[in-house]
């Protein structure tokens, strides 16, 4: 749960697929999660994935996990305005003594043109 | 029902003040987190409740007091603060801080200004 690397900006047109990148390097990692952050807000769950799983697919996110190479994506469909924001990947690893935490990737932010 | 409510939504403090930030789940999860993160930057663990017990404090400052009253309540007690703790902190929550599968779900922050 040490480090957590992504892109720092993608732009892409509107109605057009985005697809955001994320590395990770602890093997140990059990779930890996996205959180979208819009300006001056919280960050909003979208979708997560379990280590033993390839992809994972909820309405217009596709997640792909590729655990040998440590690499995860978060593909949007249709990509609307709405979408633009902060993405952050986050890995969820073993802390020790039975507990859990969370590591943040930089976060990637999205730029929809109309 | 997802949420988490932190109040207040904006705080704006003077470097003697005194100030509380509040956080508030009803999905009965048992563990919650401060996160503080600073602009374009990923968010920060701060502290970690576990069933109200503080289970993690990552180094932070004794100038940041976390306390769990209850369950459903954490709150993060502010006093001689510094203009560089000026941040979005973040409350979160999550059904059990040891378990595997668990999502953990943010609140909106509180937008803290100490000048």
């Known amino acids: 749960g040490e480090d957590v690397e992504q892109s720092l900006f993608l732009s892409v047109r509107e109605g057009d697929s985005s697809v955001i990148n994320c590395t990770y390097t602890?093997?140990?990692?059990?779930?890996l999660y996205w959180y979208k952050q819009e300006p001056g807000a919280g960050l909003q769950l979208l979708t997560y994935?379990?280590?033993?799983?390839d992809m994972k697919q909820d309405q217009r996110l596709t997640v792909l996990l590729n655990k040998k190479d440590k690499h995860l994506s978060l593909r949007i469909a249709d990509t609307q305005t709405g979408d633009s924001a902060i993405y952050f990947c986050?890995?969820?690893?073993?802390?020790?003594?039975?507990?859990?935490?969370?590591?943040f990737g930089k976060g990637t932010k999205l730029s929809v043109i109309p | 029902d997802t949420e988490v409510t932190q109040t207040p939504k904006h705080l704006v403090m003077g470097m003697t003040n005194k100030k509380s930030l509040k956080c508030e789940q009803h999905?009965?999860?048992?563990?919650m987190y401060w996160y503080k993160q600073k602009a374009k930057k990923p968010p920060e663990l701060m502290f970690v409740?576990?069933?109200?017990?503080?289970?993690i404090n990552e180094s932070v400052p004794s100038r940041f007091s976390p306390e769990c009253p209850n369950s459903s309540l954490l709150n993060l007690h502010l006093h001689a603060l510094q203009p560089e703790d000026s941040a979005l902190y973040l409350c979160?929550?999550?059904?059990?801080?040891?378990?595997?599968?668990?999502?953990?779900?943010f609140g909106q922050g509180t937008r803290l200004t100490v000048v």
């Open positions: 979160a929550s999550s059904q059990d801080h040891g378990q595997e599968n668990t999502e953990a779900f």
């Open positions: 602890d093997s140990s990692s059990t779930y």
């Open positions: 994935i379990f280590s033993n799983m």
């Open positions: 986050a890995e969820r690893w073993n802390s020790g003594a039975g507990s859990y935490q969370l590591t």
């Open positions: 999905m009965g999860h048992r563990a």
């Open positions: 409740y576990s069933y109200e017990k503080l289970s």
